[in-house]
């Protein structure tokens, strides 16, 4: 066997006159995902034969709805799972427009749906559909770190806007209007959001999108934690603007990360420009994913036993990581994180992570991956696993506090 | 139920104050993958009831083999399915490395190979990895179109080097030489090629490798059809530099289209880089395709059935395409195109390929999509589709001749 590729250190091809590999492109300089690099450590240590509680990822313990899986498993059998439409197939998009009507009792045309590789492959089309190379655009401060990372690696600037404890840590009218004034293109909105759990309520989503509206700012709505809320319901911006963009996903309330399926709905005139880009980008979403997808709306009494088993788990959360020492956690009144500040225990929390991880094997991710900030101070738990998972995670924490030895 | 999404034609919101929508970005005004567009219309006549022979996509009429099937069965019983590691599941890297070792008698080492939703997810990342906006890069004419168009919406710019007979349609490394004069960042060779089927044969994918090492080009080959070859097999650009990134999938070989499953082989000091846009633009690949994919691999002796198949239907359609009127198909070695020409029979292949689908049912795609100058000349056909389909095909298309309607 010859084995050329894997000399790396002996490239006869690349000779004498070279000075070295060629160099990666500057933007690639992005910033890992940091709970992905925590995650490939965690599972590391699992395949180890560690016993590690994952709280640093956004992974529900569950898999995809029965309902969800039995139609895959028909697919399986009866579909030769080939490229489809790029926008879908036809009966996802009408199922998902029709769920408007189920759940927030507004009408959406099928035509404005888009299926993509979850709301991540949404995010790719909408910043390329809407932004050119050097637009700005305003995100959540802390947020989800993706944000920021896939808007620098297309060429636009991310632009951090940061409410804070006065406006509920959500955005404001009052933001876009900064925003317009900044010479930015839109504003990205998440309530619930992520890392804080935090929601725009009292009709805050509707104000946000008639602002962005009257300023003729861009607003997209990452509305994927939609239903995983534990007080009042979310806001659809679609209620309030048929302008908006929709950014959503069946990974979090319907349980389906690892089959990378989601939606957007977008303004009629941006229908055919992201078509396009779907098409050549990615030509088609997973057949398969898209059989269960449907399926899984078949799913949500199901669902609905794991959002109660979320609400225990925050419950539970919300009294014992206090005891363990974690400090001034954010109101959260959605998704399944919980956002705490830790400067009183490290000054680093990616330090304090790590030594979480080494001393009790409980995973979470240091506040740094959404806020480059002041994320230093805060660590984000994760509370999409079981309940038992949680009591253990909590037994340890408040073990290790005891010890001493932590911090 | 309130639908104010759906009064697309009284947007309250916007006021008066405005002029109509928000425009689409001008970086989203790339073509369409014409395919798909066919695809989509033929789809829809199906739906109607048309009997329609798919010729325009390179979509196997094959499912997935049944070790991929079996694999993903059991992967739905005994798996979460969740996020997996950004660059794959470990187990699929390492089968993957292996299979260069099966397949080419080389050695790749499993860190440097990356899982990418399809070769699509894999040109997205690669690009990204390589290229500043600005830059310009070497594409084969004709060519896949999504190269042209997916570096388009990256900011980056393609530069079209078209070999002619002389060079069996195949570049040469005289064009790596001409690109590095131009300022060119690297070239994209794919060998197979579509939408022609050539081949660059005679160890001339190492010397295109050696020329672009020695010029510091990048080399992205895209091996996307290796394994569907009739005659000589194909050589991999790793076997004679490991600095070459090499694009493959489990798309086309393997008979898994719709699962958005594929590979990337990059250079070591790409994969740090590679990583982070993994998981920041896609999270990772989906977990139950990385499933099917490693029992893919189970699956050999099928995909080499049906490729025996292709061979058959390539024959037939080398004799029977002449007699329907087509001329000049390229002489094409593997994947499973035929290119030919069409300019004595419509200036525009688009009106052919629009009145054959229209008259016969053959969908078939203008080579307008693959190649901008004198793709109005051709039309490709897929020989994918089963010997049966091949036959009808050929029968419909010559008796349309013989109505002289046609052209
Ligand atoms: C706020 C937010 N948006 C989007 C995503 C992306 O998820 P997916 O691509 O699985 O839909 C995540 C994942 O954690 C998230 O937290
Ligand atoms: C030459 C070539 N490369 C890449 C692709 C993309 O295929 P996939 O994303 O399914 O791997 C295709 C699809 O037709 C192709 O023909």
């Known amino acids: 066997m010859r084995s050329p590729t894997s000399r790396t250190d002996d490239r006869p091809e690349w000779g004498n006159s070279v000075t070295g590999p060629l160099p990666p492109s500057v933007r690639s300089r992005i910033d890992p995902f940091i709970v992905m690099d925590v995650m490939r450590e965690a599972n590391a240590r699992v395949a180890r034969g560690d016993d590690i509680i994952h709280m640093e990822v956004g992974q529900p313990a569950t898999p995809a709805p029965k309902a969800a899986l039995a139609a895959a498993e028909a697919a399986l059998r009866s579909d030769k799972l080939g490229y489809t439409d790029a926008l ?34 949404g995010f790719i089309l909408a910043f390329l559909a ?3 190379a050097g637009d700005s655009f305003g995100l959540p401060n802390p947020g989800y770190p993706c944000y920021r990372h896939i808007l620098s690696a297309l060429g636009a600037e991310p632009r951090l806007i940061a409410p804070g404890p006065d406006d509920r840590w959500m955005p404001h009218a009052r933001h876009v209007e900064a925003l317009k004034a900044q010479g930015a293109k839109g504003l990205l909105l998440a309530s619930p959001n992520n890392p804080t759990g935090t929601m725009a309520v009292d009709g805050r989503v509707g104000e946000i999108a008639r602002a962005c ?10 509305e994927i934690y939609h239903g995983l809320e534990y007080d009042r319901p979310a806001e659809t911006a679609l ?38 880009l779907a098409q050549n980008l990615f030509i088609s979403t997973s057949a398969i994913a898209q059989h269960a997808a449907l399926g899984a709306f078949d799913g949500i009494e199901e669902l609905e036993e794991t959002r109660k088993v979320y609400a225990e788990n925050r419950a539970l959360l919300l009294e014992e990581l206090p005891k363990a020492g974690f400090k001034n956690i954010l109101p959260a009144d959605g998704a399944f994180y919980l956002y705490a500040e830790t400067s009183h225990m490290a000054e680093d929390s990616r330090a304090l992570c ?17 806020d480059p900030a002041e994320g230093k101070r805060f660590v984000r738990f994760s509370y999409a696993g079981s309940l038992d998972e949680m009591r253990e995670a909590s037994k340890r924490l408040k073990a290790w506090r005891e010890t001493g030895q932590g911090f």
């Open 239 to 276: 209620a309030a603007s048929g302008e908006a963009i929709v950014v959503n996903s069946f990974s979090k309330y319907f349980s389906m990360t690892g089959w990378r399926i989601g939606w957007l709905v977008v303004p009629e005139d941006l229908v055919r420009p992201i078509e396009r």
């Open 130 to 132: 809407i932004l050119e």
């Open 354 to 370: 790590q030594a979480m991880l080494d001393r009790t094997g409980v995973a979470a991710t240091p506040g740094l991956d959404f």
């Open 88 to 121: 879908g197939m036809p009966a996802l998009r009408e199922r998902i427009a029709a769920f408007y009507g189920e759940r927030y009792g507004i009408g959406v045309p099928p035509e404005r749906v888009v299926v993509t590789a979850g709301s991540s492959g």
């Open 213 to 222: 509206a009257r300023e003729r700012l861009w607003l997209v709505s990452d």
